[in-house]
């Protein structure tokens, strides 16, 4: 079994069964991950319901939640939180409100769902965490009179957005320059693009 350093669970935490293959699998996973353990957590269901509306009916003990915030290094700056509810044979994976840990209103393009055992949704679970992680990121800047007052965060490959800072970015036309942050750069050697 993997080092319990990865997913720990609270001493009063009694996974089901399910979930407990499901951890362990992950946890084996997670030894080659390029993330590091404690950014990575692991909540079972408890009095309340981490992240999603109860249904009628429904009970909070029942959905096991991992998630883990996508760091921006050598900044003290989440780029956003991404997680994965087990249900049983199901898990459903997308980006999460960073505190509220609910899934977004209409998917983003990072959502999936999946059915299978424990040890295939932990395998499955662990090469999207890592798909995430490796991709490339990006800082977009705009500057007045050389100081950064605006900048947005995104995924190069796609450009969905991450953070942005200063003020909105909408209307600001083109960044002055672009910033590579983290994940295999699309960009030149030098890793920054500035417009002239």
């Given at each position: 079994?993997?080092?319990?350093?990865?997913?720990p669970l609270d001493d009063d935490d009694e996974p089901d069964e399910v979930q407990a293959a499901f951890i362990d699998a992950l946890r084996?996973?997670?030894?080659?991950?390029?993330?590091?353990?404690?950014?990575?957590?692991?909540?079972?269901?408890?009095?309340?319901?981490?992240?999603?509306?109860?249904?009628?009916g429904e009970t909070s003990f029942g959905k096991l939640l991992v998630y883990a915030d996508l760091p921006a290094p050598g900044l003290r700056?989440?780029?956003?939180?991404?997680?994965?509810?087990?249900?049983?044979?199901?898990?459903?994976?997308?980006?999460?409100?960073?505190?509220?840990?609910?899934?977004?209103?209409?998917?983003?393009?990072?959502?999936?769902?999946?059915?299978?055992?424990?040890?295939?949704?932990?395998?499955?679970?662990?090469?999207?965490?890592?798909?995430?992680?490796?991709?490339?990121?990006?800082?977009?800047?705009?500057?007045?009179?050389?100081?950064?007052?605006?900048?947005?965060?995104?995924?190069?490959?796609?450009?969905?957005?991450?953070?942005?800072?200063?003020?909105?970015?909408?209307?600001?036309?083109?960044?002055?320059?672009?910033?590579?942050?983290?994940?295999?750069?699309?960009?030149?050697?030098?890793?920054?693009?500035?417009?002239?």
């Amino acid at each position: 079994m993997a080092e319990n350093r990865w997913l720990p669970l609270d001493d009063d935490d009694e996974p089901d069964e399910v979930q407990a293959a499901f951890i362990d699998a992950l946890r084996e996973q997670a030894t080659s991950w390029s993330l590091t353990p404690d950014g990575v957590e692991v909540l079972l269901p408890d009095y309340v319901a981490y992240g999603y509306r109860l249904q009628q009916g429904e009970t909070s003990f029942g959905k096991l939640l991992v998630y883990a915030d996508l760091p921006a290094p050598g900044l003290r700056l989440s780029l956003m939180t991404a997680g994965v509810y087990l249900d049983g044979s199901k898990i459903r994976g997308d980006q999460l409100h960073n505190q509220l840990l609910t899934f977004p209103a209409e998917p983003t393009p990072l959502a999936f769902s999946a059915s299978g055992s424990p040890v295939e949704l932990a395998a499955i679970t662990a090469d999207w965490f890592e798909t995430i992680w490796r991709r490339p990121v990006v800082r977009y800047d705009w500057l007045l009179f050389r100081q950064v007052y605006a900048h947005r965060f995104l995924f190069a490959d796609t450009g969905q957005g991450l953070v942005e800072g200063g003020i909105r970015t909408d209307a600001l036309g083109t960044p002055d320059r672009i910033v590579h942050i983290r994940g295999e750069s699309g960009l030149s050697e030098g890793g920054c693009h500035t417009n002239s």
